[in-house]
């Protein structure tokens, strides 16, 4: 059985209309995927020498950052690691037992490289400890507990995709946790050091991120079995029934209805609705780089776009496949390109503007930084922005707004294909930045970032045009494609 559906997998990856797309995609992250898996073996073998020349002891050095390890790689998992997909109606009329549904797409994520890629530092790193006379026994049961934990991420990543509020929740603790730390503050590794410590010095202690992993897999498994129907989620109950006019936009004409029809989209579904989030996360992208002093001067300016970029890289990205469910009866009217072009574009910029106001709390780190901050929403109006509604001509994924059932229905806000192809927009600005610091003046740095916002902004209707042209070449692909239901 689970062959079969194997096969099935194939066969739907090879005829989709994005094959082409999907499979350069999945070349490249290959890639990526063996150099990272290069970098994370060395990491490993060199971790120990690495520590011990710093006076550091590297077992209990690790421990102690165990705690935001394992934080981190489950906001990653949050933001990037697509939940496993299976359209599960036509096989409900199939004479396919349920828990081998559950089972198999539960078991596709242990095939991710977000749980096997931590091999590659944790397998070499216990390695060179049993060399250099640690217990092997307790290096065995330490890494154990490491891969329970690993995987207890995968399926936490699994629930909180499925429950919105639980993963809001969980990123405000663990920014909050980062920062009291950061400020000295709180230090909560005084506490998780003895734990993580104590899985190599404490027989058995290992066995509870055991069983509280098959705990968990026990209960993933009975929440989807459980509401493996056809009609699961199809009725939602509403106590408050409301309805959103916004006669306001009216006087914009066509531009106004269509920005109506995008501000009650993103209002009314969840998957929108998770983009929303997203990428007011993005603000605190920041944090990470300014008052950094331990990077590139020149990564400022990469943190300035992403901080007043949050809503155009996550919701733009996907523009026109937000429409997808109803782009054919769209494109049958009598509605020009232009006007839904430069409605997208509009909502983009707004969006940009409201994440640059927001974004004033930067001022706390100086002028300088705030300044870099607002040069990158110019470029992001100016240039981003174009190259988002251009790249999308050539997006043919369609997105299922009604579709919010996590392991069984894809409702990421993006993931790590669509945040490769945000890679081509950074490198303009990297580059005229850094050209400017090369020339010895960061703030001619910021000027060439800026007069580049400034140009696409001053021709964007040069530009509009382009884009209009390119949407109407690929307009019955994009149609064919959206027609695809798996």
């Not at 950061?182 to 993580?196: A, E, M, S, V």
């Not at 496949?321 to 409605?343: C, E, H, K």
């Amino acid at each position: 059985m689970i062959k079969k559906f194997i096969y099935l997998e194939w066969k739907a990856f090879t005829r989709s209309a994005s094959f082409g797309a999907n499979l350069a995609m999945k070349i490249l992250l290959g890639f990526l995927m063996i150099y990272f898996s290069l970098l994370f073996i060395g990491a490993g073998v060199g971790a120990f020498y690495l520590l011990k020349k710093m006076n550091f002891e590297p077992l209990i050095t690790i421990n102690k950052f165990l705690i935001y390890y394992f934080l981190f790689d489950l906001v990653i998992r949050l933001l990037m690691q697509a939940i496993p997909v299976l359209n599960i109606k036509p096989l409900l009329v199939l004479p396919f037992k349920k828990p081998t549904i559950v089972h198999f797409s539960l078991g596709k994520t242990a095939l991710s490289f977000f749980n096997w890629g931590h091999a590659l530092f944790f397998v070499p790193f216990s390695t060179v400890l049993v060399l250099e006379g640690y217990d092997i026994i307790g290096i065995i049961m330490w890494l154990l507990a490491i891969f329970s934990l690993i995987y207890i991420n995968n399926f936490l990543n699994i629930i909180l995709s499925n429950i919105d509020k639980l993963f809001v929740v969980f990123v405000v603790i663990a920014i909050g946790l980062g920062a009291a730390q950061y400020y000295k503050l709180f230090d909560i590794t005084i506490f998780t050091t003895p734990f993580f410590q104590g899985l190599y010095t404490q027989k058995g202690l290992f066995l509870i991120p055991v069983l509280v992993l098959i705990g968990l897999y026990q209960f993933t498994f009975k929440y989807f079995k459980n509401n493996l129907f056809l009609d699961a989620g199809l009725s939602k109950k509403e106590d408050i029934a409301a309805t959103e006019n916004l006669v306001w936009l009216n006087q914009f004409g066509t531009l106004g209805t269509f920005l109506k029809n995008d501000i009650k989209l993103i209002r009314r579904n969840k998957r929108s609705k998770t983009t929303l989030i997203m990428s007011f996360f993005f603000l605190f992208y920041g944090l990470i780089f300014f008052g950094n002093t331990h990077q590139p001067a020149v990564m400022y300016i990469f943190a300035g776009i992403f901080v007043s970029g949050g809503f155009l890289f996550v919701f733009g990205q996907f523009v026109p496949s937000w429409d997808s469910s109803y782009y054919q009866l769209m494109m049958t009217q009598n509605i020009p390109y232009r006007g839904y072009i430069t409605s997208k574009w509009w909502l983009i910029v707004i969006a940009t503007f409201i994440s640059t106001i927001l974004a004033s709390f930067y001022l706390f780190y100086g002028w300088e930084v705030y300044l870099t901050i607002v040069v990158g929403a110019i470029y992001n109006i100016g240039v981003n922005s174009h190259l988002v509604l251009l790249g999308g001509a050539f997006t043919k994924t369609p997105i299922d707004l009604s579709n919010a059932g996590g392991a069984f229905g894809d409702k990421k806000a993006f993931n790590v294909s669509a945040m490769l192809l945000t890679l081509p927009k950074l490198l303009l600005p990297l580059g005229l930045y850094g050209l400017g610091l090369y020339l010895g003046d960061k703030t001619l740095g910021l000027l060439l970032v800026a007069g580049a916002g400034v140009l696409g902004f001053v021709f964007r209707n040069t530009v509009f045009s382009i884009i209009e042209k390119r949407y109407k070449i690929e307009k019955y692909s994009t149609i064919s494609a959206y027609k695809q239901k798996n």
